[in-house]
């Protein structure tokens, strides 16, 4: 018996993602795009892993790229979650960031934490990727609430933000 998409998608719907920007430079620019699947996968070696759609069309040039940098975006962030959610835009418009201290990979300002990688293991799962991060450098923004997406909805913890209070737009459909 088969499982439905849209039933598959609801049914998972009820597992809180994390909120991620992944980003890279590819022939001296920066290019990234959001992730809804963003895991720690080894402490020894220190590996992390995120899964981008297969139809991407930024997630070639950050393999390209050969190393990333995972940005957790914060609860005051869905403008950016937005943003990078968005197929042929200029998705750095009006953000800040700086390099990552070893990779270079762009570090967006204001995030809850940023885990910069060297892609050590790419595989190929249905409809999506399975990459496989050695961690080279990372830090946390201690006090920062992280976003969150449940139920087709974002979600946070910031008082007063409309994220707290779980009536918000949903993101584009991530590439």
Same mark, same amino acid.
């Given at each position: ?26 022939? @001296? ?7 809804? *699947? ?22 070639? &040039?950050?393999?390209? $790229?050969? $190393? =990333? %940098? !995972? ?13 990078? !959610?968005?197929? @042929? ?8 960031? &700086?390099? !990552? ?15 910069? %990688? ?10 999506? =990727? ?9 830090? !946390? ?9 449940? &139920? ?16 918000? *737009? ?6």
């Amino acid at each position: 018996m088969a499982v439905e998409p849209a039933r598959f998608r609801d049914v998972l719907s009820a597992v809180p993602t994390s909120v991620v920007v992944v980003t890279a430079i590819d022939r @001296g620019e920066p290019v990234g795009l959001a992730v809804g *699947t963003f895991l720690s996968v080894s402490l020894d070696p220190p590996l992390v892993g995120f899964l981008p759609a297969a139809s991407s069309t930024s997630f070639p &040039r950050i393999r390209d $790229a050969g $190393a =990333f %940098c !995972a940005n957790v975006l914060t609860v005051n962030q869905q403008h950016v979650s937005k943003a990078f !959610a968005t197929s @042929g835009a200029d998705k750095f418009a009006g953000l800040s960031w &700086r390099p !990552a201290p070893v990779t270079g990979s762009p570090v967006l300002e204001g995030v809850a934490a940023w885990i910069d %990688c060297r892609i050590s293991t790419l595989h190929e799962a249905g409809d999506h =990727f399975i990459v496989i991060g050695e961690v080279a450098d990372l830090a !946390a923004a201690p006090g920062e609430q992280p976003l969150v997406f449940h &139920r087709s909805r974002y979600m946070g913890s910031a008082p007063g933000d409309q994220a707290s209070r779980g009536a918000v *737009t949903p993101p584009a459909r991530p590439e």
